[in-house]
Nanobody
């Protein structure tokens, strides 16, 4: 069993930056890849970014390219999402996920999901 705890969300203005964190506990050694998804009421789940835990390879969704960066600190069992040049369309609940497989953008490949952290971007 793996538990995921997101933090770092908040209310910011357009153009600002935020860094989200996700700490894994329980059995983090079973994790092959982690990812960020975002979803809110009335919206479809959207892939943001993914990272392989052993090799550090990354995969950015279209919404993240050029603005966001995903990284990890293996010693701290923590994944990060640095978000720059935030836009109002970035407003969502951001979820940390983890799975035993390799890097992917498919939600069903991730067995563990955090509670989510709210990001709100105002004009």
């Amino acid at each position: 069993q793996v538990q995921l705890a997101e933090s770092g969300g908040g209310l910011v203005e357009a153009g600002d930056s935020l860094e989200l964190s996700c700490e894994a506990s329980g059995r983090p050694s079973s994790v092959g890849a982690m990812a960020w998804f975002r979803q809110n009421s009335g919206k479809e789940r959207e892939f943001v970014a993914s990272i392989s835990w052993s090799g550090g390879n990354t995969w950015l969704g279209d919404s993240a390219k050029g603005r966001f960066a995903i990284s990890k600190d293996s010693d701290k069992n923590t994944m990060y999402l640095q978000m720059n040049h935030l836009k109002t369309i970035d407003t969502d609940v951001y979820y940390c996920t983890a799975g035993a497989g390799g890097i992917t953008a498919t939600p069903s490949a991730f067995d563990y999901w955090g509670q989510g952290t709210q990001v709100t971007v105002s004009t």
